[in-house]
């Protein structure tokens, strides 16, 4: 029995299904996660309506890596849970009501409250101390919408058709050998050796690979092939030696500067400023309402590192919008301060205010991990113990690499009781200065050692300009909006392909002369009579033999081409008289070969009936 119905039924059920929501933050949020062997699945729903009935917000799948399908039922339903509530963070973190958690493994009902973790909990239930949540057993039957969006990454059982490896173009006929056969039949000429086992065949010599260059050959091709250069993975050391910055001479005169965002609101602060003196290591945190313009980075500069220790005389930072604006190279040019930007997807250039960045998110969590709206008073502790770590570098803690001796941390550990005069005070400070440099040379003697253990030299590349001995400038094009400049790490060099490798290659541009297109002239092979003119074959530098055709003797721009070709064929067809042609002058000919006017392309088309 089939049942009618109507627009207006229709109309109904569309408009009263469970339908995709925007997210409202006052209602309670409720996550639906599902793991399965090969990707995880996520949905975020909210409850609308009189009896709340959870509608879907968002959806979220994604495939497992490697690593990951590795793990452990538990962990991959643990994994699935981070994965939500890193992807909905900013819907889930500090909301108004505990959201909700349903899954389909029992287990993680005790969650929050276990005692002993693996690893990987460890280090996620530190995340999950940002959420406010519970988790809730589902049975997986009735946990279907996360369960379909992570097993939409299984593996089809239908087969797999595979690839073939040459184009279809370098395929003539298929050949067919029977191996066997041929080489059983040679034993006759040369029978096995004594001593040859009985399971083995035999193989003459006259079978072996007569192709001498053979490994040569196929490794120049590879590294030719522009795909490859392009797509494949190298498993060689990173490139590029370690270049260390240069080592100041006394505090706070080569600054690094990086931020810290994203923070919880604090006060109105979310963001820190991090500022670190490369040669003492210590560092001042300024918290910031957001991410500063170019002039809030210069007045906040002022007010807490200018002003304490004077102008720097170079600044180090990254390729933000900040340090990259007009305002801010007007401002230190006019200070007399040097600005330095490390190289594009290269922070290690930075590596010592990133590294503090780590330490700095670090100290917050583990002080402000349930009061997380209270880190920027907490900040000023973090700058001060920062301060007073001894420092693997220099053997001495920031405080007396600046000032020559080490403030108490606490008022019970006593201070000196002898306050030394200022040139005493002076000439303590200038020797620790001294002893800190001799420190941080024999430490990034150290380190350059160590590091370039595990890499190798960087090739030369003639690309535009070296702005350093890592870092290279690259001729992009206009619409690409990112830096020019990049360390050798992310550089692959160019191998120039031989005369069979031009079919993986994009044929080469035309020469503009005079206005006209030209193209460069490999070889003259034959030529010909038609119609009283003289025909010439050519074959083109950087095309294939598919490209080859006969061109007008008028058309070659370069007479020595016929010249030539003649002199060393001299039975082919030639001008009568026999002598010099009318030479053709055209600016910006190149050495070594001549240019004609036609397009191989185009007069191959205009060539579709030959005269013979």
């Given at each position: 029995?089939?049942?009618?119905?109507?627009?207006?039924?229709?109309?109904?059920?569309?408009?009263?299904?469970?339908?995709?929501?925007?997210?409202?933050?006052?209602?309670?949020?409720?996550?639906?996660?599902?793991?399965?062997?090969?990707?995880?699945?996520?949905?975020?729903?909210?409850?609308?309506?009189?009896?709340?009935?959870?509608?879907?917000?968002?959806?979220?799948?994604?495939?497992?890596?490697?690593?990951?399908?590795?793990?452990?039922?538990?962990?991959?339903?643990?994994?699935?849970?981070?994965?939500a509530?890193?992807?909905?963070?900013?819907?889930?973190?500090?909301?108004?009501?505990?959201?909700?958690?349903?899954?389909?493994?029992?287990?993680?009902?005790?969650l929050?409250?276990?005692?002993?973790l693996?690893?990987?909990?460890a280090?996620?239930?530190?995340?999950?101390?940002?959420?406010?949540?519970?988790?809730?057993?589902?049975?997986?039957?009735?946990?279907?919408?996360?369960?379909?969006?992570?097993?939409q990454?299984?593996?089809?059982?239908?087969?797999?058709?595979?690839?073939?490896?040459l184009?279809?173009?370098?395929?003539?006929?298929?050949?067919?050998?029977?191996?066997?056969?041929?080489?059983?039949?040679?034993?006759?000429?040369?029978?096995?050796?004594?001593?040859?086992?009985?399971?083995?065949?035999?193989?003459?010599?006259?079978?072996?690979?007569?192709?001498?260059?053979l490994?040569?050959?196929?490794?120049?091709?590879?590294?030719?092939?522009?795909?490859?250069?392009?797509?494949?993975t190298?498993?060689q050391?990173?490139?590029?030696?370690?270049?260390?910055?240069?080592?100041?001479?006394?505090?706070?005169?080569?600054?690094?500067?990086?931020?810290?965002?994203?923070?919880?609101?604090?006060?109105?602060?979310?963001?820190?400023?991090?500022?670190?003196?490369?040669?003492?290591?210590?560092?001042?945190?300024?918290?910031?309402?957001?991410?500063?313009?170019?002039?809030?980075?210069?007045?906040?500069?002022?007010?807490?590192?200018?002003?304490?220790?004077?102008?720097?005389?170079?600044?180090?930072?990254?390729?933000?919008?900040?340090?990259?604006?007009?305002?801010?190279?007007?401002?230190?040019?006019?200070?007399?301060?040097?600005?330095?930007?490390s190289?594009?997807?290269?922070?290690?250039?930075?590596?010592?205010?990133?590294?503090?960045n780590?330490?700095?998110?670090?100290?917050?969590?583990?002080?402000?991990?349930?009061?997380?709206?209270?880190?920027?008073?907490?900040?000023?502790?973090?700058?001060?113990?920062?301060?007073?770590?001894?420092?693997?570098?220099?053997?001495?803690?920031?405080?007396?690499?600046?000032?020559?001796?080490?403030?108490?941390?606490?008022?019970?550990?006593?201070?000196p009781?002898?306050?030394?005069?200022?040139?005493?005070?002076?000439?303590?400070?200038?020797?620790?200065?001294?002893?800190a440099?001799?420190?941080?040379?024999?430490?990034?003697?150290?380190?350059?050692?160590?590091?370039?253990?595990?890499?190798?030299?960087?090739?030369?590349?003639?690309?535009?300009?070296?702005?350093?001995?890592?870092?290279?400038?690259l001729?992009?094009?206009?619409?690409?909006?990112?830096?020019?400049?990049?360390?050798?790490?992310?550089?692959?060099?160019?191998?120039?392909a031989?005369?069979?490798?031009?079919?993986?290659?994009?044929?080469?541009?035309?020469?503009?002369?005079?206005?006209?297109?030209?193209?460069?002239v490999?070889?003259?092979?034959?030529?010909?009579?038609?119609r009283?003119?003289?025909?010439?074959?050519?074959?083109?530098?950087g095309?294939?033999?598919?490209?080859?055709?006969?061109?007008?003797?008028?058309?070659?721009?370069?007479?020595?081409?016929?010249?030539?070709?003649?002199?060393?064929?001299?039975?082919?067809?030639?001008?009568?008289?026999?002598?010099?042609?009318?030479?053709?002058?055209?600016?910006?000919?190149?050495r070594?070969?001549?240019?004609?006017?036609?397009?191989?392309?185009?007069?191959?088309?205009r060539?579709?009936?030959?005269?013979?």
């Amino acid at each position: 029995m089939r049942l009618a119905w109507t627009d207006q039924q229709l109309k109904d059920c569309f408009t009263t299904a469970p339908i995709l929501r925007h997210p409202d933050p006052d209602l309670p949020f409720v996550v639906e996660e599902d793991a399965s062997s090969s990707g995880l699945g996520a949905v975020l729903s909210q409850p609308h309506g009189e009896p709340g009935k959870l509608h879907p917000c968002e959806f979220y799948s994604r495939t497992l890596t490697a690593a990951e399908a590795n793990y452990d039922v538990g962990n991959r339903e643990l994994l699935s849970i981070k994965a939500a509530l890193e992807e909905w963070r900013h819907w889930l973190e500090g909301v108004c009501h505990p959201f909700q958690v349903l899954t389909d493994h029992r287990n993680l009902e005790y969650l929050c409250g276990a005692k002993r973790l693996n690893p990987w909990q460890a280090r996620w239930a530190l995340f999950f101390t940002r959420f406010q949540f519970t988790v809730t057993y589902r049975p997986g039957s009735k946990n279907g919408k996360a369960d379909a969006l992570s097993r939409q990454f299984e593996a089809s059982s239908e087969p797999v058709q595979a690839d073939l490896i040459l184009p279809v173009t370098a395929i003539l006929a298929p050949v067919r050998w029977n191996l066997v056969e041929e080489i059983r039949r040679a034993h006759a000429d040369e029978p096995p050796p004594a001593g040859c086992p009985p399971a083995k065949i035999f193989v003459p010599l006259q079978f072996h690979p007569q192709w001498p260059s053979l490994g040569p050959d196929v490794e120049g091709y590879v590294q030719a092939c522009p795909m490859c250069a392009q797509a494949r993975t190298s498993r060689q050391l990173p490139e590029g030696l370690l270049e260390p910055l240069s080592i100041p001479r006394h505090p706070w005169s080569h600054l690094s500067v990086d931020f810290l965002t994203y923070l919880p609101d604090s006060g109105g602060f979310t963001a820190v400023m991090v500022v670190v003196d490369r040669f003492s290591k210590g560092c001042k945190l300024i918290p910031l309402k957001g991410l500063p313009t170019a002039m809030q980075i210069a007045d906040a500069m002022f007010q807490h590192v200018f002003r304490n220790f004077g102008l720097p005389e170079n600044i180090v930072s990254d390729r933000g919008p900040q340090f990259t604006s007009q305002v801010w190279g007007s401002l230190c040019a006019l200070l007399g301060i040097g600005v330095s930007l490390s190289s594009g997807y290269h922070p290690q250039s930075n590596g010592q205010v990133e590294h503090l960045n780590q330490e700095i998110s670090r100290f917050l969590r583990s002080y402000c991990s349930r009061e997380q709206q209270r880190w920027s008073e907490f900040l000023p502790w973090a700058e001060y113990a920062q301060n007073s770590l001894i420092h693997s570098s220099t053997g001495l803690t920031p405080f007396q690499c600046v000032l020559g001796y080490q403030p108490p941390l606490f008022p019970w550990s006593g201070e000196p009781s002898d306050v030394p005069a200022v040139e005493e005070w002076y000439r303590l400070s200038q020797e620790v200065w001294e002893w800190a440099h001799v420190r941080l040379q024999r430490a990034v003697w150290r380190q350059r050692i160590q590091a370039n253990r595990r890499r190798r030299p960087h090739p030369s590349y003639q690309i535009i300009r070296q702005v350093n001995p890592v870092a290279y400038r690259l001729r992009l094009p206009a619409s690409y909006c990112i830096c020019p400049t990049f360390h050798v790490s992310l550089l692959k060099p160019a191998h120039p392909a031989t005369r069979g490798d031009t079919d993986c290659m994009e044929p080469p541009p035309p020469l503009d002369i005079e206005g006209s297109p030209a193209y460069q002239v490999h070889a003259l092979l034959d030529s010909r009579r038609v119609r009283s003119q003289i025909q010439y074959l050519m074959d083109w530098e950087g095309y294939g033999p598919e490209e080859r055709l006969w061109v007008d003797a008028a058309d070659i721009l370069d007479p020595s081409l016929t010249e030539d070709f003649h002199r060393d064929h001299p039975n082919q067809p030639a001008p009568h008289p026999r002598g010099r042609l009318r030479r053709r002058t055209p600016g910006g000919v190149p050495r070594g070969g001549g240019s004609v006017t036609t397009c191989p392309r185009a007069a191959r088309e205009r060539e579709l009936s030959p005269v013979f």
